[in-house]
Structures are given as structure tokens and as C-alpha cells.
């Protein structure tokens, strides 16, 4: 049963950080690209970033491009999304999964990031 739990969101002024993880279960970890999305009210879900399995070139949409930084711990099973600079336009709830067509049916929780202008 696959499991995708984020954590650590929260509420920041503008020009501030936060990382992001997510730990992720019930499949070969390590033997997929990992993705983070983002979903903001009354919007639909955006891909942010996405890593590869194993070496290779990060992706990332151009609106977070400088700003944020997605990185992977294939021995404790998680992906993480280093945000900074962070604007009032990046607040939503985030979420992990495997990029595009390949997602899990089953999302995690995602979890809520505010900036504060």
C-alpha cells in the first residue's frame, strides 16, 4: 500500500524558507523520479519540481526556478523540496508523487505553506 506523508509546511513572511519532506512507502523507492506539486485555492494542481531515480537533471516549473531546490534520500525513502525567497504567489498546499502520468490514484495530505506578503 503505497504511503506519500508531507510535512513541514507552515507560515512565513516573504523572503523567507522552508523545507519541505516527504516520506514515501509501499513501493521501490529509489527505482522512481519523485515530484512535488502544489495546489493553491480555486486553482489546479501544479507540478514544482521533479528529481530523477538515481543522478541526472532536476526540473523545474520557471516560476520556483532559483528559488527552490528538490533533493532525494533514496536510504530513508525521501524527497525533499528546499524553498527560498519564498513570495505570497507559492502559498498551497504541497504534495508528493511520482511526475505526470506515472502518479499514484492515492495522494498524501499534502501540507499548507502561507507567505505572508
Known amino acids: 500500500q503505497v504511503q506519500l506523508v508531507e510535512s513541514g509546511g507552515g507560515l512565513v513572511h516573504a523572503g523567507g524558507s522552508l523545507r519541505l519532506s516527504c516520506a514515501a512507502s509501499?513501493?521501490?523507492?529509489?527505482?522512481?523520479?519523485m515530484s512535488w506539486y502544489r495546489q493553491a485555492p480555486g486553482k489546479e494542481r501544479e507540478l514544482v519540481a521533479t528529481?530523477?531515480?538515481?543522478?541526472?537533471?532536476?526540473i523545474y516549473a520557471d516560476s520556483v526556478k532559483g528559488r527552490f531546490t528538490i533533493s532525494r534520500d533514496n536510504g530513508k525513502n525521501t524527497v525533499y523540496l528546499q524553498m527560498n525567497s519564498l513570495k505570497p504567489e507559492d502559498t498551497a498546499v504541497y504534495y508528493c508523487?511520482?511526475?505526470?502520468?506515472?502518479?499514484?490514484?492515492?495522494w498524501g495530505q499534502g501540507t499548507q505553506v502561507t507567505v505572508s506578503s
Open positions: 509501499g513501493f521501490t523507492f529509489s527505482k522512481y523520479a
Open positions: 528529481i530523477p531515480s538515481v543522478g541526472g537533471s532536476t
Open positions: 508523487n511520482l511526475p505526470g502520468r506515472s502518479a499514484f490514484d492515492s
